[in-house]
C-alpha cells in the first residue's frame, strides 16, 4: 500500500509539472520537478562557523555556530548506516555559502539540509524552515511538522516559508535550510543549553529526511507552483 501511494503521488506531481509547461531541461535546473525518494546521501550543512558565529543569546551566551554543529552531528549520526552522510564542515571553521552550495551540488541522489538556530523578536519561538524548489517541498513541509511535534510552544514560530537563500535556490539538488529555534527567545535559549534537548531536535530532523526517503510526495498534497528567479547572491538580503 505505501509503495502505491508513493507512485501516485509521484504520478500526480509529474502530472502538475507537466501541465505548467516546464521544458525538462528547465525543470530540472530549478528543481520543478517531483520531490525526491529513494536518495542514498544526505548532505548536513552546520550553519556559520569559524569567524562567523551567527546569532548569540543574550541568555545564555551561546552561538548559533556551536549548536549548528552539535545538532548536525546528532543528525549524523542517526542517518549513519542508513545514508551515506556527508558533513559541509564537521568542526569550527569558516565556509563560504557560495562554497557550501558547491559541496552540496557535488553529491549525487541526495538531499541537503542546512541547519540553523534563529534570532527575532523576543516573543517568537520555535522552528522555522525555509524552501525555494518545487522537489524541496515535501522534504520542507516532514522537516517542519516533525520538529513542532518536537518543540514545545513552536505555534509562535514564522513557520514554512517559501524564500530564496543561496541555500535553498542555489544547489542543484533538493534543499531545506531548518533554524531549530530562537537563541533570542530565553526559553528556548536554556532549553538548548541541555544535551537531551539537542538530541531530541536532531532526531525529528533525521525522522523527517527518512520519512521523505522512503515515500517521496506521498501523503503531501498538491506541489508549489514553480517560481522563476535568478540565483540568490549576497547582496540579495541578509542570510
Same mark, same amino acid.
Not at 552539535?70 to 569558516?94: K, N, T, W
Given at each position: 500500500?505505501?509503495?502505491?501511494?508513493?507512485?501516485?503521488?509521484?504520478?500526480?506531481?509529474? %502530472?502538475?509539472?507537466?501541465?505548467?509547461?516546464?521544458?525538462?531541461?528547465?525543470?530540472?535546473?530549478?528543481?520543478?520537478?517531483?520531490?525526491?525518494? +529513494?536518495?542514498?546521501?544526505?548532505?548536513?550543512?552546520?550553519?556559520? +562557523?569559524?569567524?562567523?558565529?551567527?546569532?548569540? #543569546?543574550?541568555?545564555?551566551?551561546?552561538?548559533?555556530?556551536?549548536?549548528?554543529?552539535?545538532?548536525?552531528?546528532?543528525?549524523?549520526?542517526?542517518?549513519?548506516?542508513?545514508?551515506?552522510?556527508?558533513?559541509?564542515?564537521?568542526?569550527?571553521?569558516?565556509?563560504?555559502?557560495?562554497?557550501?552550495?558547491?559541496? %552540496?551540488?557535488? $553529491?549525487?541522489?541526495? @538531499?541537503?539540509?542546512?541547519?540553523?538556530?534563529?534570532?527575532?523578536?523576543?516573543?517568537?519561538? +520555535?522552528?522555522?524552515?525555509?524552501?525555494?524548489? @518545487?522537489?524541496?517541498?515535501?522534504?520542507?513541509?516532514?522537516?517542519?511538522?516533525?520538529?513542532?511535534?518536537? @518543540?514545545?510552544?513552536? #505555534?509562535?514560530?514564522?513557520?514554512?516559508?517559501?524564500?530564496?537563500?543561496?541555500?535553498?535556490?542555489?544547489?542543484?539538488?533538493?534543499?531545506?535550510?531548518?533554524?531549530?529555534?530562537?537563541?533570542?527567545?530565553?526559553?528556548? %535559549?536554556?532549553?538548548?543549553?541541555?544535551?537531551?534537548?539537542?538530541?531530541?531536535?536532531?532526531?525529528?530532523?533525521? $525522522? %523527517?529526511?527518512?520519512?521523505?526517503?522512503?515515500?517521496?510526495?506521498?501523503?503531501?498534497?498538491?506541489?508549489?507552483?514553480?517560481?522563476?528567479?535568478?540565483?540568490?547572491? +549576497?547582496?540579495?538580503?541578509?542570510?
Amino acid at each position: 500500500m505505501k509503495t502505491l501511494r508513493c507512485l501516485l503521488a509521484c504520478t500526480f506531481a509529474i %502530472a502538475f509539472t507537466a501541465c505548467q509547461n516546464i521544458a525538462p531541461s528547465s525543470g530540472d535546473a530549478l528543481g520543478n520537478r517531483p520531490g525526491p525518494s +529513494g536518495f542514498t546521501t544526505v548532505v548536513i550543512d552546520a550553519g556559520h +562557523g569559524g569567524k562567523d558565529s551567527g546569532a548569540r #543569546s543574550r541568555s545564555t551566551g551561546a552561538m548559533e555556530k556551536t549548536y549548528a554543529l552539535d545538532i548536525a552531528q546528532r543528525v549524523a549520526s542517526e542517518l549513519r548506516g542508513r545514508f551515506r552522510v556527508v558533513m559541509v564542515r564537521d568542526s569550527d571553521r569558516f565556509v563560504p555559502l557560495d562554497d557550501r552550495v558547491r559541496i %552540496a551540488s557535488r $553529491s549525487g541522489n541526495a @538531499v541537503l539540509v542546512s541547519i540553523h538556530l534563529n534570532s527575532g523578536p523576543r516573543r517568537l519561538c +520555535g522552528p522555522e524552515t525555509f524552501y525555494w524548489r @518545487v522537489d524541496s517541498y515535501s522534504l520542507a513541509r516532514r522537516l517542519h511538522s516533525s520538529l513542532e511535534t518536537a @518543540v514545545p510552544g513552536s #505555534s509562535n514560530s514564522r513557520g514554512l516559508t517559501r524564500r530564496r537563500l543561496r541555500l535553498t535556490r542555489n544547489p542543484t539538488l533538493p534543499c531545506v535550510l531548518v533554524e531549530c529555534g530562537y537563541l533570542s527567545n530565553a526559553t528556548e %535559549a536554556h532549553r538548548l543549553t541541555h544535551s537531551t534537548y539537542r538530541t531530541t531536535l536532531a532526531h525529528a530532523i533525521a $525522522s %523527517a529526511i527518512s520519512t521523505t526517503a522512503q515515500c517521496g510526495d506521498a501523503g503531501i498534497g498538491p506541489l508549489p507552483k514553480p517560481l522563476y528567479a535568478p540565483l540568490s547572491k +549576497g547582496s540579495d538580503h541578509r542570510e
